[in-house]
């Protein structure tokens, strides 16, 4: 990610912590006022709840700003962390919440505490926080899932919560105004406190996983498939991988075969290393590279005679055209992705220039594609410089016709 980026993505992340502060704030206002004129239990846990959430939108907002600064010696792997720690805190404070309220809700049902009086206002103020939570819980889950905030997504499930919450005090007014049902109050505050309760553990068990660096399946799967695809990785162990803040940290170390060229080591890496990018943008990898020993977990190895047939047709598609070109070399065809992946060496004559090159491997592409549906194909060519018997290619077809040395 380029430092104009992660700027954006500070700013924006920013912008909407901010803006779910101020609908905190309103709606924190709101239900206080009417909860306090109906002496509706609901309205003043869901009032509880938005001041909560106030207090947890203030948390999310420092959470965010701090968790964006870069490394330092102190803080070597970032300061991401802060946004579980924050997320923790938040998870706190609902428990308070619903411990409050299932003490109060408690009282009523034994006949304890005011008598509900349910207006018009009422419900206007709970279908008015309907709105607002729904517009916000959204605006904050898309910024989290775009940059991996767990900061972010705590405080859409504050909103997601009320949500439901306000929609169970709506039930309970109607039914204590139109029902006449005296007990329906306090028995939705017990509704809406074990909803927040729910959160609240599903909040906890998220920002302790990532306190405990406990690797995500679904991320060592991805890495996995990575290794997988990677040709000349014989195996790999080490595998550790740490998620923190919007980043996750991944340390594994390959098996190459020992007599690899070191340059060639170096290209798996690179390989290796984008492979990773694909599926996970945000990773800072780190890979070791050591020669092959017993005991490494083995990369799944396509079957041989599968490769040799996919080699031989690539190679008949060659011959078809082999009028125009001297010679190939270095034939790879990699099944084990999801598209294969197919790359060589194509020696052209000395004479040829760059358009007609270009257009002769559009059109040997577009034959390889014809024959192997969404195949990456990549082509490295050569010119031939007429020195056959100091040349280091073996051409594959016809050498001595073609130009003898």
């Known amino acids: 990610m380029t430092q104009e980026t992660m700027a954006e993505a500070t700013r924006e992340k920013n912008r909407?912590?901010?803006t779910s502060m101020l609908a905190a704030i309103f709606l924190t206002g709101i239900k206080l006022v009417v909860g306090v004129m109906t002496r509706s239990l609901g309205i003043i846990a869901e009032a509880l709840h938005?001041?909560?959430d106030l207090l947890a939108a203030l948390v999310t907002l420092i959470a965010v700003r701090t968790s964006d600064r870069p490394a330092d010696k102190e803080h070597q792997?970032?300061?991401?962390k802060i946004e579980s720690?924050?997320?923790l805190a938040e998870a706190a404070l609902l428990f308070v919440t619903c411990g409050w309220v299932t003490y109060e809700a408690i009282r009523r049902i034994q006949g304890q505490g005011p008598r509900v009086e349910v207006n018009l206002l009422a419900f206007v103020v709970m279908a008015v926080s309907i709105v607002v939570n729904v517009w916000r819980a959204r605006a904050l889950t898309q910024v989290a899932h775009k940059y991996s905030s767990q900061a972010l997504e705590a405080?859409?499930?504050h909103f997601s919560s009320d949500i439901y919450s306000s929609l169970a005090v709506i039930a309970g007014l109607a039914s204590v105004r139109w029902l006449h049902f005296r007990l329906g109050d306090p028995l939705v505050a017990l509704v809406v406190?074990?909803?927040v309760a729910v959160a609240a553990v599903r909040l906890t068990a998220r920002a302790v996983n990532v306190l405990m660096d406990i690797a995500p399946g679904s991320v060592v799967e991805q890495v996995r498939q990575s290794i997988t695809e990677t040709r000349d990785v014989d195996s790999y162990d080490q595998l550790r991988i740490r998620h923190t803040g919007n980043r996750t940290f991944i340390d594994v170390t390959i098996r190459v075969d020992p007599k690899l060229p070191l340059t060639r080591a170096h290209e798996v890496t690179q390989n290796l290393e984008q492979a990773?990018?694909?599926?996970?943008?945000?990773?800072d990898v780190v890979i070791h590279v050591e020669p092959a020993v017993a005991g490494s977990i083995q990369v799944e190895q396509p079957d041989a005679g599968h490769q040799a047939t996919v080699r031989d047709q690539i190679e008949q598609i060659l011959n078809d055209h082999l009028s125009q070109f001297v010679g190939f070399h270095d034939i790879h065809a990699d099944t084990r992705a999801e598209a294969t992946d197919i790359t060589f060496h194509l020696v052209m004559p000395e004479g040829a220039n760059v358009r007609a090159t270009h257009d002769f491997?559009?059109?040997i592409e577009a034959d390889l594609q014809q024959k192997f549906a969404n195949a990456r194909i990549s082509i490295h060519v050569e010119p031939c410089d007429r020195q056959c018997q100091d040349c280091h290619i073996t051409c594959d077809f016809r050498r001595e016709a073609v130009h003898p040395g």
Do not use: F, K
């Not at 990773?276 to 990773?283: F, Y």
């Open 85 to 87: 720690l924050s997320a």
């Open 50 to 52: 938005s001041g909560l």
């Open 155 to 157: 405080d859409a499930l």
């Open 77 to 80: 792997y970032g300061h991401g």
């Open 16 to 18: 909407v912590a901010l």
């Open 361 to 363: 491997c559009d059109h």
């Open 276 to 283: 990773i990018a694909r599926r996970l943008p945000q990773a």
């Open 193 to 195: 406190a074990i909803i």
